[in-house]
């Protein structure tokens, strides 16, 4: 799978929105643009996924770039249970290789 | 519709035994990833099975780990001869089809404490 590139770390305050950056210039055609995160104690957990179009879920927003070699996660109003490790991770899309996560970027959320 | 189960929760093992923990993935999946989260440290990929069929064990160290998935029952992965190193957090993950339109679903893991 392509390589990710984040930021270590980002900061928000709450009920704000946040844009979580991510760079991924090798992505090939097949490749999903994958979306985790794990909050603390917790294993981790499915947040969105896309390929081209830009992604709408109860939990947060997927913005595609049309080059595709950038995304960014939109939480449209982030609280303290947003306080996570974000991870953004390309998928082929065979899906042959498993997820493999890298450092993530670690949000904190300010009251 | 339960999501995917692991247990126990915690387990201590002393030096030397065995460890097993258990996977039961969620209702129509039968691709079962394994990772290991050692502490302070990244989530790093283990094993991929599915249903009697080990797929992918490049993340598996060569000795004392094994790994199923049997036609029946939760897929176990076993750890023999435990050191200390071994302590963890393991995450299991489950997904209905192997292609990257679907996400996976992880457990809530196992913590072993190896003393």
């Known amino acids: 799978d392509a390589k990710t590139t984040q930021p270590n770390s980002m900061e928000s305050n709450e009920e704000e929105p946040v844009h979580l950056p991510c760079n991924h210039s090798?992505?090939?055609?097949?490749?999903?643009i994958h979306w985790y995160r794990q909050l603390p104690s917790q294993g981790p957990e499915y947040v969105i996924h896309?390929?081209?179009s830009n992604v709408n879920n109860r939990m947060a927003s997927l913005a595609i770039a049309e080059d595709r070699k950038s995304s960014t996660l939109i939480l449209h109003r982030a609280t303290l249970r947003d306080a996570a490790v974000y991870y953004c991770?390309?998928?082929?899309?065979?899906?042959?290789?498993?997820?493999?996560f890298g450092k993530g970027t670690r949000l904190s959320v300010i009251a | 519709n339960a999501g995917v189960m692991q247990n126990p929760r915690h387990l201590v093992r002393r030096r030397g035994q065995e460890a097993r923990l258990r996977c039961s993935p969620m209702?129509?999946?039968?691709?079962v990833y394994w990772y290991r989260q050692l502490p302070e440290e990244g989530l790093k990929f283990m094993v991929y099975?599915?249903?009697?069929?080990?797929?992918?064990e490049s993340g598996m160290p060569k000795e004392r780990f094994s790994a199923e998935f049997p036609k029946e029952g939760p897929s176990i992965l076993r750890i023999q001869q435990v050191v200390r190193g071994d302590s963890a957090a393991y995450f299991c993950?489950?997904?209905?089809?192997?292609?990257?339109?679907?996400?996976?679903?992880f457990g809530s893991g196992t913590r072993l404490t190896v003393v």
């Open positions: 993950a489950s997904s209905p089809r192997k292609g990257a339109n679907y996400g996976y679903t």
């Open positions: 896309g390929l081209t």
């Open positions: 099975l599915q249903k009697e069929n080990i797929i992918d």
């Open positions: 209702k129509g999946h039968s691709h």
């Open positions: 991770i390309l998928r082929d899309v065979a899906g042959n290789t498993p997820l493999v």
């Open positions: 090798t992505i090939s055609g097949t490749d999903y």
